[in-house]
């Protein structure tokens, strides 16, 4: 299977601010990148999709101002969380896809996202 | 009625114990996963399966798609096991990120 990395595995930040997280698809060209969401002790969500070089297709509920998602290259999306907001607090997770592979599906190990 | 269903949710061995988990769903599905949760929150693909039955160590994961079921097995339980099991399936017809996930199965592998 790909090897797939976030970045940071976790941070703390303070309402207002903004942060970015990191997928890294290391052996993997993921023409396709998927985020989810999960809350405590809750099953997780999907929120968005991206394809490499186009825009990002959000789910019906996630604010695409506020969940900025670029993919700009084969090996890399990132996630950024605009003026955070405690209410973000969550567990970020991207999943890779595509390459000669379409099918398959890997899976990242997560960032947990702290607002204060 | 959720679509994806473990068992089951909670589930405690002695180390050495062979593990069976549980997933059951009702809709037409074009893959099944199965990830592992650690207490931390990092989670590790496992396994993708759409049809029959992939090894990988002392993992074993099975699905039949004629009853809507697919099981994960794990041969000579440990401690470091200990995490959350989570089963997700891709609709047929759904788009690809759009997994359905089941609600997890705990399992807690005493020494």
């Known amino acids: 299977g790909a090897v797939v990395s976030q970045h940071p595995s976790r941070v703390i930040c303070k309402s207002g601010t903004s942060v970015k997280i990191e997928c890294r698809s290391l052996?993997?060209?993921?023409?396709?990148m998927f985020w989810y969401r999960q809350f405590p002790k809750k099953s997780l969500m999907l929120m968005a999709t991206?394809?490499?070089?186009?825009?990002?297709?959000?789910e019906q509920g996630v604010e695409k101002d506020k969940f900025l998602i670029n993919h700009a290259s084969l090996t890399l999306s990132t996630l950024t969380v605009t003026s955070a907001h405690p209410e973000d607090s969550s567990f970020y997770i991207c999943?890779?896809?595509?390459?000669?592979?379409?099918?398959?599906?890997?899976f990242g190990p997560g960032t947990r996202l702290t607002v204060t | 009625k959720n679509e994806v269903e473990q068992s089951p949710q909670n589930l405690t061995a002695q180390e050495g114990e062979f593990i069976t988990i549980n997933c059951s769903y009702s809709?037409?599905?074009?893959?099944l996963h199965w990830l592992q949760q650690h207490p931390g929150g990092g989670i590790v693909s496992l396994f993708m399966?759409?049809?029959g039955k992939k090894k990988h160590g002392r993992l074993i994961a099975t699905i039949n798609i004629q009853e809507k079921h697919s099981s994960l097995h794990i041969t000579a339980s440990h401690p470091r096991d200990s995490a959350v099991y989570i089963c997700?399936?891709?609709?047929?017809?759904?788009?690809?990120?759009?997994?359905?996930f089941g609600k997890g199965t705990k399992l807690s592998v005493k020494p």
């Open positions: 999943s890779v896809a595509g390459g000669n592979r379409p099918y398959e599906q890997y």
């Open positions: 052996d993997f060209q993921a023409t396709t």
């Open positions: 991206s394809n490499e070089g186009s825009k990002a297709t959000y």
């Open positions: 809709v037409g599905i074009s893959a």
């Open positions: 399966l759409s049809s």
């Open positions: 997700a399936v891709r609709k047929v017809g759904g788009s690809q990120g759009n997994l359905i």
